[in-house]
């Protein structure tokens, strides 16, 4: 141990901080105490049975008592277990256990990541921007406009180019926003010849200041084909708005299989089949997602060769039933709005039912690879192989991942999964994310690990970690997984 009064070395990062007494690391994560260096938050585990809320398990001291965790109800994660870094040694701590009668190992680490980003899942109509657009926050590009989903604007953000490829305030704004979302916090972006938008993980986004309640309930031709039936007898014509396929009843098959007379109506835009016409107006903030306040915009003249006639009823509505009007036919085959008729209330209100919460999704995305391998076998390829082959289980704050395949080990995690506050990062700069790969014991001395480093739950409290000096129980989120 250091003097405690001098500075100290950290090496638990590239940054490699000198840390003077009773102080943190740039970080904030790694403490310099009394000459020994100390992880600032305790280790997490995870317990099936714990109801909510958390308690702090004392480790390596003499107030831990031994009933507080029970080994085949716990789960120790990587949430504040310290980092391999500079790999050549173990992970910090490499867990026996046995699950349904099988000896088992779980390695526990805190793993550095430059190469790691987010995938923004943002439900909305809307039009944020366009496809390829920059994403800024304060002003830094930190992403950009990907395709969108059904329903859903997607985003994607970070990256090692951003992180470390452009200016040091890029990077220092791209890891900032990357830590806020992955710990559910709300970060206002903006959108290159688009919107503003907050986005929260599990929040209803705020597009221009406006929350969103509503995701569509399909484009306007799966509109028509789930309510054509509903509409029958009550209305001579149904226009449904959406910016990627406007859907006329009368014209579309659903109307016809259903008997739909025709109305002689025209709808301006790229006519696609029967019923389905293509950008009818450019997106934007309005009705379905298009630019237009006034869905008459749409329509051109009424033939009445082709069955328009006065007296002709139309309901136009958007695919979250959020926007509708209800016309009629004048004696110039002029749409005049009216009152919507109740019966036709409720069909707008069962769009509105079959349309789910708006919500924004943020699933952290990474690469496990290189060097933090080490910190689990003296073979890196070999677990990424067990990886891939489902030998190894791999998990993030105990939350399951989704591992891609081909190469390396890329896999990526929905952050509402983890305990809040399971991500940290460096100053490098570069996001610290928890990691947990369990398999059978055997398997992971087969695959060269550290078999030396294996402890038991019961040895780790007694002894503690290189780092972490306490442990956090808590209850598992969402249930046992």
Known sequence: MSDPAEKIRCDACPVMCYIAPGQTGACDRYANDRGRIVRCDPVTILSRTLEQGGRIVPFAGPAWDGE???PADAFVTGIGAGT??????PAPFIVSSRIEGADMVTVVTEAIFSYCGVKVKIDTDRFLGPEGATVRADGEPIGHVTTAEYGSQMLSLGGVHHLTGGSKPEG???CAALLALCNGEAVTLAIDGGSTVIVQAGRAPVVDGREEHRMRVGCG???IGMFAAQWQGLVDEVVVVDDHITGVVSEHQAGKVLGWQATGIRVKG???TPGRYFRVSEPGLGWGGTCITDPLEILGPWEAKRGARPGLTLLMVSTTGEEYAYYVLDAALQPVRQPLPETLQATVRLIDENCEPSLCTVLFMGGAGGSLRAGVTRNPVRLTRSVQGRETRLTSGGAPCFVWPGGGITFMVDVTRLPRGAFGYVPTPALVAPLEFTLAREAYVALGGHE????SLEEIAETGGEYATAGRLES??????
């Open 452 to 455: 030396g480093a294996i402890r």
């Open 68 to 70: 507080i965790i029970r």
């Open 172 to 174: 220092r704004v791209t």
């Open 221 to 223: 031709s799966a509109t």
């Open 270 to 272: 790229h006519r696609s």
């Open 84 to 89: 391999t870094y500079p790999d050549y040694k």
């Open 476 to 481: 598992w989120p969402g249930g046992d997984e």
